[in-house]
Structure formats: C-alpha cells, structure tokens
C-alpha cells in the first residue's frame, strides 16, 4: 500500500488540546469485525471484556524530557531527551542548530558535539533535576506549552518505569477504580514495559509503506507473561492489548522481530523495530484499545492491519462525523 492512502481530513477543532476532567468519560467507538460501529463512553469498557480475558497495558513512565538551554550568547535552546546511549551520554532532539554548552540549571548543563548527541553534566540526582527543569514533550500539534498539569495527566495511573518521550496515549482513559471493576470481573491485567521514543512518532518520508524503517525501541518482558498468554490464547479468551506500543512490544517478541539486551532468564529485555502494517499476521493480539491517530502514521497502519483499512477509515469517517476529539488527549476507539 501507499502512504498517502492513509491520509484523511480532519478539522482542527477536533484535535484535543487538554484531557478531560474525567479520563474514563472519554469516548469510546467499538469497531466489531464485521463492521458494525458503536459510540459509548470509556467507562463502558468492562461490558466488552470477559472473564478470563487479558488486558495488557504499557507501564512505561513519562519523564520531562524537554530542556530548555541557555547558549554563552544569551540565546534559547530547547533539548529533547531521547535515550540515554551510555552514561551521561544522551541522544537528543534539538529546534535550531548549534554545537557547544548549554546552562540548563546550576545543577545541569548539556554539551553538544552534533545536533543528535550531548554529554550531560549535573551535580546531584540526575532525573530529581530533569523533574525540577523539564517539561512534559507535549506532541507539537497540540500547540501550547506544557504545563504542570501535564506531568499528571500525560501519564497513565500505572506507569513505573521512566523511560518515555511520549505517553502510551490509549491508557490515559484508565482510572483506578475502572481498573479496579476489570479485575473484578475476573479479567486479568498484566503490564509490560516499552519506551516510547522516536520510532512510534518519526514520520514516514517513504511513498510505499514497505520501504520505511521503524527506530528501535527498548522494552521489557516478564517471561512468565508470555506462558500467561499462550493460557489464555490456549483456553479460548482473548488477548486485549492497550495501545499500539504494548501491541508492537509483545508482537516483536512473540514474532522474533527484536535484539536481545540481557541474558536475565526471567526479564527479557531487549529493542524492537517492528513495523506492523497492512498484511502483517498478528501472532498473540486479538483486540485493541487505541486513540485516534494522526494521518499518514506508523500507529494508524498498526491499527488498520488489526481490523482492515475500510473498516478502520469509515470509523474514521464516523467519528469525525460526530465531533469525537482526537490525538494523545482525545478520545479512544476499541477493536473488537
């Protein structure tokens, strides 16, 4: 397939700046896979699942990884974080170009020898300074500065391991007490851990899909996860995975597509660069809970290769058509 037939029109108005007040009160589409489209409320969600089902989510952390540098002149700079290579050693982002020092704090200052690499110097806990100086790398197209509001609400109730530069976005519907009623059902939630860095986000410059190439990212798997999972696969209930990066992380996994980076037998960690698209056969997942994505994005083909590209753009269609809010804080769709 091309790029370009997963491009759509979406009107401004409709990309969510803020979260809502509530996180489960978002909408909820339920695509069937027949087709059939149902608009309910994220708070619905446990009526879909089953007992003896699985709801896998991402417990990655966000942290504010977006710095801001003075240079010797006086001029601003902003520093995105993206990976930590080697101790001190820090792939990043930058808006502008410029080699040298930049003061970030008293505590901390970033050396830049080329626009993707810096050493970073503090004095101190490195990610307490990150917390006290950072912001939140808010998408650009919501267009207005983070707050310190976002540090909450650009995270899920139960991410635990800092590593992200952007949200796992399908879970910041989940409350605890949403969760709390899944489990009561006799649903099983269970976490994995992938952060999100510049593979989920990069845009793709290739005109054909198979041409494009994924950055890897880090993740984490409990060995005992995956006999949970052939269990439940083996018992006849479903797989639900929520987001597209829990989605990537046990698929690239479960299909061989990742480089081991521990020989832990209990923890497996390691990258993945799994692109899944259209054709590609999922070998755990059976349903998914996911935003609303961008046009013409990894995560959006990811979707389509779940449910098939009709069916997922005429939902499209639909929720456009009736006003749902789109992007990292908007509202969600579910994959039956």
């Not at 979406?10 to 809502?20: M, Q, S, V």
């Not at 710095?67 to 001029?75: A, Q």
């Not at 952007?166 to 006799?186: M, N, Q, V, W, Y």
Request: proline share 5%; glycine share 6%.
């Amino acid at each position: 397939m091309k790029v370009p037939d997963f491009d759509f029109y979406l009107p401004e108005n409709l990309i969510a700046k803020r979260p809502l007040k509530e996180r489960d009160n978002s909408r909820l589409l339920v695509l069937h896979r027949d087709g059939k489209i149902e608009h309910r409320r994220f708070s619905d969600l446990p009526s879909y699942l089953d007992a003896g089902d699985m709801l896998l989510v991402n417990n990655t952390k966000v942290f504010p990884a977006r710095l801001i540098g003075f240079k010797p002149s006086g001029g601003r700079l902003e520093l995105l974080l993206v990976r930590e290579k080697e101790s001190g050693i820090w792939e990043v982002l930058t808006k502008g170009w410029f080699t040298g020092t930049l003061k970030i704090s008293e505590e901390l200052s970033a050396e830049l020898y080329d626009e993707k690499i810096a050493h970073l110097k503090y004095s101190g806990d490195f990610m307490d300074i990150v917390w006290k100086y950072g912001s939140m790398p808010l998408p650009p197209y919501i267009k207005r500065q983070p707050d310190e509001s976002d540090k909450e609400r650009y995270q899920t109730v139960y991410a635990k391991k800092q590593g992200s530069i952007a949200a796992p976005t399908a879970g910041l519907h989940f409350t605890d007490r949403l969760l709390k009623e899944i489990t009561s059902r006799g649903i099983m939630v269970r976490e994995l851990t992938l952060h999100v860095g510049t593979g989920t986000f990069r845009p793709i410059k290739a005109d054909n899909i198979e041409k494009h190439y994924m950055d890897p990212e880090y993740f984490e798997v409990d060995i005992n996860l995956i006999s949970e999972i052939e269990k439940v696969k083996n018992s006849g209930k479903r797989l639900i995975t929520v987001g597209t990066t829990t989605t990537r992380a046990i698929e690239g996994y479960v299909s061989g597509q990742f480089q081991s980076s521990s020989e832990d037998l209990s923890l497996i960690k390691g990258y993945t660069d799994i692109f899944i698209y259209p054709s590609y056969e999922f070998k755990a997942v059976d349903s998914l809970i996911t935003n609303f994505h961008l046009p013409r994005s990894t995560p959006l083909m990811l979707t389509s290769a779940l449910c098939g590209y009709k069916k997922l753009m005429e939902s499209y269609t639909s929720a456009i058509a009736r006003g749902y809010r789109f992007f990292s804080y908007g509202d969600a769709m579910l994959i039956l």
